[in-house]
């Protein structure tokens, strides 16, 4: 994955786990007002996975608009959305290249949904048309640069949801020698420019909150951890995936000693393939309201 570009293959299959560990914060505060978020903008899209979450929590809304720099994802959402909504209530209709019409066939709610080719940083302009600005599994990707104009540039009474924001705690189970390491040595591999000025990685979650207490916000956190193990094919399939990111990200770096990740990559890939590997990442939901 060069940079913040992810392959569409990659971004399905972590889909399923993204929305088993999402909290209830977003739909806990949307029943306390259902009137308080109708129009949702979505910066660094993908797929459109965040949206089709608040789909199947029976969210409601008038508008939403997908940004995401990566045409490729861009143009798999409808086909993507079409899919998901396939033998449920709702019919979806394109109405051109870059918008379609979801209508709930219960309570004929109209929802119209939008896509942009669009940098985050080039984004910001936009946000104050929508009462929610989600951001979803790309705190850790993001400069301070970025999030500091991102806080500062929402007027009051907004959402700001950085969902699945990674904290850097990543536990295997059984326990291998080589973990914290390992573990460690991605951590400050994730801190250098992932597409948007220097990450701020696991320091981010941090970072939002300091910004948002300077500027007097509210802001709730609940925790959003990947629990997966390999007793199954997802979940084998999937852990072998994330193994192989580690793998990748550190075995062309200057600090990592190779023959350790290496044994430490065959050791993590035995336990997989014999079911017995259990694995957690770490992450957040931030909720913020202006």
């Not at 394109?94 to 918008?99: D, M, S």
């Not at 990559?265 to 939901?285: A, E, P, T, Y």
Request: with cysteine; charged share 30%.
């Amino acid at each position: 994955m060069e940079k913040h570009k992810f392959s569409k293959a990659w971004l399905t299959e972590r889909e399923f786990f993204d929305n088993q560990s999402r909290s209830n914060l977003l739909i806990k505060e949307i029943k306390k007002d259902s009137r308080s978020i109708n129009k949702i903008i979505d910066l660094g899209c993908g797929t459109g996975s965040f949206l089709r979450w608040c789909i199947a929590q029976k969210l409601s809304f008038s508008e939403a608009m997908l940004i995401d720099f990566d045409r490729r994802l861009i143009n798999s959402i409808g086909m993507l959305f079409r899919r998901f909504l396939k033998n449920k209530n709702y019919a979806i209709k394109k109405v051109n290249a870059r918008e379609y019409l979801v209508t709930n066939l219960s309570s004929l709610g109209k929802s119209k949904i939008l896509f942009l080719k669009k940098n985050i940083i080039n984004s910001l302009d936009k946000i104050d048309r929508y009462d929610l600005v989600s951001l979803s599994a790309l705190s850790d990707l993001l400069s301070k640069n970025i999030i500091r104009r991102l806080l500062s540039k929402t007027y009051r009474n907004k959402y700001i949801y950085f969902s699945l924001c990674f904290n850097g705690k990543i536990r295997w189970s059984p326990v291998n020698e080589f973990d914290k390491y390992v573990i460690n040595k991605f951590n400050k591999h994730q801190i250098q420019d992932k597409g948007f000025g220097i990450a701020l990685g696991e320091n981010s979650i941090r970072y939002i909150e300091s910004i948002a207490n300077k500027n007097s916000y509210v802001y709730t956190k609940k925790d959003s951890s990947w629990k997966i193990n390999s007793f199954n094919i997802q979940g084998k399939s999937f852990q072998e995936k994330y193994l192989k990111i580690i793998l990748t990200a550190l075995k062309n770096d200057d600090i990592t000693d190779k023959d350790i990740l290496k044994l430490w990559f065959s050791k993590r890939m035995q336990s997989i393939k014999h079911i017995k590997s259990k694995l957690i990442v770490g992450h957040n939901d931030i909720l913020i309201k202006t």
